[in-house]
């Protein structure tokens, strides 16, 4: 069992960051496939990024902009956001699975068995 933790949402002007954090315990985090999805009101939870043991992914809405990352020994993964816009607003979830993913399961909300309960941004204009 893996337990989930997010942190760092909250309400910042366009053109601002934030780092949000993901905490997990339970299982050998480092065996992890940890990512991050979104799901802003009324639409559906959309992958933002994810970091595995080969290496990173990101949606093409925000990678330009965002970096996944992950300190092993605090077992935590990170999501820096920078150059925030009005559409980033939702609710980020941290999801993470021992599976092992392929450059195209990562991407999808199915392949991960665990989920915390999500942390808000707000991106004002």
């Known amino acids: 069992q893996v337990q989930l933790a997010e942190s760092g949402g909250g309400l910042v002007q366009a053109g601002g960051s934030l780092r949000l954090s993901c905490a997990a315990s339970g299982r050998a985090f480092s065996s992890l496939a940890m990512g991050w999805f979104r799901q802003a009101p009324g639409k559906e939870r959309d992958f933002v990024a994810a970091?595995?043991?080969?290496?990173?992914y990101y949606a093409d809405s925000v990678k330009t902009r965002v970096t996944i990352s992950r300190d092993n020994a605090k077992n935590t993964v990170y999501l820096q956001m920078n150059t925030l816009k009005p559409e980033d607003t939702a609710v980020y979830y941290c999801?993470?699975?021992?599976?092992?993913?392929?450059?195209?399961?990562?991407?999808?909300?199915?392949?991960?068995?665990?989920w915390g309960q999500g942390t808000r941004v707000t991106v004002s204009s």
């Open positions: 999801a993470a699975d021992l599976g092992r993913q392929t450059a195209t399961s990562i991407l999808l909300a199915d392949s991960y068995t665990y």
């Open positions: 970091i595995t043991w080969s290496g990173t």
